[in-house]
């Protein structure tokens, strides 16, 4: 529709083969940086100073889990995030691996809570 401007958030891997047909133009990505895979995109941080909204995915277990099987379950999703062919799928939807231990994990993810509760607080946002 002429004169319209819509503005669409989606994950990269969704957005990435219709960008590369050009059906869809990349504004900017939410990264702290420019992705490897859209050079030519940039981050908003650069334009908006201490703008981020990195997505990241990850796997988790409850809190009864036996340590033995959460040493295992990350022993095998630390190796696949190392296979070369996996990560270069990964990067070609312009994903980024990285693997790490249940502790740093469980640090991300509370530190990844505890800034976005703060933000949520600051700007009063309610859900609806």
Do not use: C, H
Not at 9 to 27: E, K, S
Not at 36 to 48: K, R, T
Request: hydrophobic content about 50%.
């Amino acid at each position: 529709m002429a004169g319209r401007i819509e503005v669409i958030f989606l994950p990269v891997a969704t957005a990435i083969g219709y960008i590369r047909a050009g059906t869809l133009r990349a504004l900017g990505v939410t990264a702290t940086t420019r992705l490897a895979v859209l050079p030519d995109v940039p981050a908003i941080g650069e334009f908006v100073p201490s703008y981020e909204g990195d997505d990241w995915v990850g796997i988790g277990a409850p809190a009864n889990t036996p340590p033995e099987v959460i040493a295992t379950i990350n022993t095998q999703v630390n190796a696949a995030l190392a296979d070369a062919a996996f990560k270069s799928q990964l990067a070609e939807l312009g994903g980024e691996a990285f693997a790490s231990s249940p502790a740093e994990f469980g640090k991300f993810t509370a530190d990844y809570a505890d800034k976005w509760s703060k933000l949520i607080r600051a700007a009063n946002i309610k859900p609806e």
